[in-house]
């Protein structure tokens, strides 16, 4: 165990200062481009703006649009110029397998740079589909392994790997990370201060429910949050989800780190912002 840089160490909060909640927009709600997504992320009053993808940007570019904005572009996924690595690194073949592993590292040095050039601070890490040919026992502790190393670069860069479970009931059949559980003891084990949980609210009511529970007993190992509604996957109010109630919860525990949007939208650009800033205005204040 790493404890003393790591997580195992740190005492778990009792009462906890309540900061102004940052909220960033989804890309996908607007814009033509990287840069304009941006720039209408700030007309329409939101600090972030998250767009997974950093392959094919013009960095001068998008560092000045950001600057002049004043808006956070919140996390990248791991990526690589290199197709050889694109293919070990997919989820098809993915973390769970050791031979991934180089790829993996020199994949998450190449994002490290980028996210650098545009101030993200969260790469976005994911373990691959299950595999049959050897136990999860192995397949973890593989994971652990790649994500120890990857820590420590992400340590002496200052970068948050934020890794995420998903559904396996409607989206992402196969996939080898679900549980809040699993994906705590993975984070434990690894026990490095830039490795956290990314908490999709939207996987997590798929596979288990009890949002608020395993977000407030598990916050010192959250990093990042995904926000949609269930079923369909679009803005919350369109779903069973209470997120006033969620967002509330999530206050109370001291977080001070951004929350995503990572959904589509049922309504015009306009109707939407209005709706979405109502929700989340009185926790950003």
């Given at each position: 165990m790493r404890t003393v840089k790591g997580l195992n160490s740190q005492p778990k909060p009792s009462e906890r200062q309540v900061f102004p909640m940052k909220f960033s927009a989804a890309g996908g709600w607007w814009?033509?481009?990287?840069y304009?997504?941006?720039?209408?992320?700030?007309?329409?009053?939101?600090?972030?703006?998250?767009?997974?993808?950093?392959?094919?940007?013009?960095?001068?570019?998008?560092?000045?649009?950001?600057?002049?904005t004043g808006v956070t572009s919140t996390a990248i996924v791991i990526q690589s110029v290199k197709k050889e690595n694109m293919e070990k690194t997919a989820w098809g073949h993915g973390m769970v397998w050791e031979d991934s592993r180089p790829a993996f590292l020199e994949s998450f040095r190449e994002s490290v740079e980028a996210a650098k050039k545009m101030n993200v601070p969260n790469i976005i890490a994911t373990t691959g589909n299950e595999r049959f040919d050897v136990s999860r026992e192995e397949q973890f502790e593989i994971c652990v392994k790649t994500l120890r190393q990857m820590a420590?670069?992400?340590?002496a860069e200052g970068?948050?790997?934020v890794l995420e479970p998903l559904n396996v009931l409607v989206n992402h059949m196969g996939y080898f990370l679900v549980t809040t559980e699993e994906a705590v003891k993975m984070i434990k084990a690894v026990d490095s201060k830039n490795c956290k949980l990314l908490f999709d609210i939207y996987h997590q009511q798929i596979s288990e429910g009890n949002v608020i529970r395993n977000i407030t007993n598990n916050i010192d190992y959250i990093g990042h949050f995904h926000i949609a509604d269930n079923p369909g996957r679009n803005q919350p109010g369109t779903g069973e989800l209470c997120y006033t109630n969620i967002f509330k919860a999530i206050q109370a525990t001291g977080y001070d780190r951004w929350l995503a949007f990572e959904c589509g939208r049922t309504l015009d650009v306009p109707d939407l912002v209005r709706e979405m800033h109502n929700l989340i205005d009185p926790f950003s204040k």
């Open positions: 814009g033509k481009d990287w304009d997504k941006v720039r209408l992320g700030e007309k329409y009053g939101f600090p972030g703006v998250e767009q997974l993808g950093w392959l094919g940007l013009d960095f001068d570019l998008a560092k000045k649009t950001l600057d002049e420590d670069i992400a340590e970068i948050m790997i």
